[in-house]
């Protein structure tokens, strides 16, 4: 069974730093592509950032330079540093995968950007 499990939300001021983790469980975490998502209140959820066990990395343009995707095989987690972070920051980020056909999400976890 694939489990994905995100922490690290919380609040923030504007212009500071949280860190999310993701630790992932039953699938071949170091083959896997993992990456992050978010969905801000009324609005549809949208990629942040991917990262590919080899080790590349795709960002929304909303958050290059700001955000960094990393992983760590040896736990099965992945992380989003996201600094210099923006009132519109503020949603529900998910951790997915992909194995086969089939997607996997996380429940989220609540960033909440204060201005």
């Not at 919380?10 to 993701?22: N, Y």
């Not at 990393?70 to 996201?82: C, E, G, H, I």
């Amino acid at each position: 069974q694939v489990q994905l499990v995100e922490s690290g939300g919380g609040l923030v001021q504007a212009g500071g730093s949280l860190r999310l983790s993701c630790v992932a469980s039953g699938i071949a975490f170091s083959i896997n592509t993992m990456g992050w998502y978010r969905q801000a209140p009324g609005k549809q959820r949208e990629a942040v950032a991917a990262m590919t066990n080899g080790g590349v990395t795709n960002y929304a343009d909303s958050v290059k330079g700001r955000f960094t995707i990393s992983r760590d095989n040896a736990k099965n987690t992945v992380y989003l540093q996201m600094n210099s972070l923006k009132p519109e920051d503020t949603a529900v980020y998910y951790c997915a995968t992909a194995a086969g056909a089939e997607r996997y999400w996380g429940k989220g976890t609540l960033v909440t950007v204060s201005s």
